[in-house]
């Protein structure tokens, strides 16, 4: 890899995306529309709208409830399937079941957790993103459970391991890969209901502070938002990966070798 | 990609283990049904017994009358086919321009090479990001529904088609360039086939969130749909109406997964990974 390599990849990695952003720049830039401000006012009234006090009050109280509800979704999920995933009897019982509340779409369960836990404080919105992100960990987990190499459990049983170590050293890795790509659903899901959930209680928070803009009429300001979610978002995704590039580098390096690159 | 052997090898003789396997199918039939009446049991007697607060969770028995009261009244299967006609609509939308621009990405190497950054920034910001945006510019209207949901479902096609295109065996395209086919004849012939298994799992993972996305655009904007009536029903307190409701939309969530399933198989009658399951 010399310059001039290093230089062209640079340019096929930024080229588009200041292309789009130019583009965005100048055609916007004498609009008059309420609507579409131009793109130099937006980049003007950031600083002014996310100062490190709003950053404290509405961003990070948002990326707590996510975690704490993902973190959940992630210790039930991942028990759950896993006992399910290890009982064929049990897997047929709750497969029905589990299908059903699957496949209701979770902004829905807003109304109804609304019911219980009212919606103003944080439990209501945790339980939301908890129970959003379960699902797709929960029935991952079992499917990578279920598809286990069955030497493996035969062999961990001959050598009379417990069930704990059995658990932590040949389940938990043997799944792992399944795990993880339920998780990343899950973290998707997780943001769009961290969104939902303050759109509901009146609350501080990171959607609850966009949608008051636009309320508001605030345009410039109500975009400044939508970046920073798509931000939040882009930034997420990309620690999720990171974490996974490294809990999985076993497993990817494995397949590389098995595709024979 | 030398995988072609693998996936052309007969599939593996299953005659004696799916004879064997017949009966504790029938089995897991009734223990999934037994499950289910398990988990309605369960809610009916906290209900009835005032375990949970009766008003908060009505008997399930109360749902269901509900439910069925619902499915006389005209306005209910308005709502339902407002909702089902956002989520079709918008479904297509982002299929067609997910295909489209997946095997135009995909089939030129330095399309692919400078888009992949831009692909990879833009999809996972969050849909309802836009939901503000959407207010504004249509309020209530179903376009609101129409762009979250194309938006949250285009990238899920899209990045599955660029999987497939670049799955293609380059000795099929050589082959079919030196036979001199033309740039549609080779995106029909040799493309498509090779792509259509990952763009039917782009199907299904865009069905399942164009739903989540036309439900919450009705619940969160008040775009006309089930999800409006599930918004009003709560907050005006009529909660068995609340849980009929939601479980119609489960229903269709699930109906749209079996959906997906069934167009997936239709469509990959002829590939390896369905045919080993028929036989």
Redesign the interface.
Known sequence: MNVAGLARRTL??????VI?LAAWWIASAGSTSP?WPPLSKIVATFPDVWTWDRIVEDVFPSLARLGIGFAIAVVVGVSLGTAIGLMP?LR??????L??????????????I???AGYTGWLGKIITIALGCLWPILLNTVEGVRGLEPVLGDTAKSYHLSPWRRFVFVVLPGASPRIFAGARQAL??G??LM??SE??GANAGI?AA??Q??RSFA?PQ?WT??IV??LI??L??ALFKAVENRMLAWYLGQRQIER?E | MTSSPATLAPPARRGPTARTRRSPRRHDVWLGIAGVAIVLGVAETLSRTGIVNPAFLPPVTEMYAKLFELLGEGDFWHALGLTVRGWAIGLAAAMVLGIVLGFVIGSVPFLRAFTSSTIEFLRPIPSVALIPLVVLLFGTKPQSAFLLVVYAAVWQVLVQVLYGVADVDPVARDTARSYRFGPLRIARSVIYPTALPYIMTGFRLAAAVALILEITAELVIGVPGLGREIGVAQSSAAYAETYALVIVVGLIGVAVNLLARLVERKALWWHPSVRSEHS
């Open positions: 096929m990695v930024l080229g588009l995306p789009l609507f009897r047929a019982l709750s497969e029905p079941v299908e059903f509340f699957r496949a209701i779409p979770p902004p829905v369960m807003v109304p109804i609304a019911i219980f998707s899901i943001v769009i969104v939902i759109l509901f959607g966009i949608v803009f636009q345009i109500m938002g939508i979610l798509g978002g882009v997420l995704a024979g």
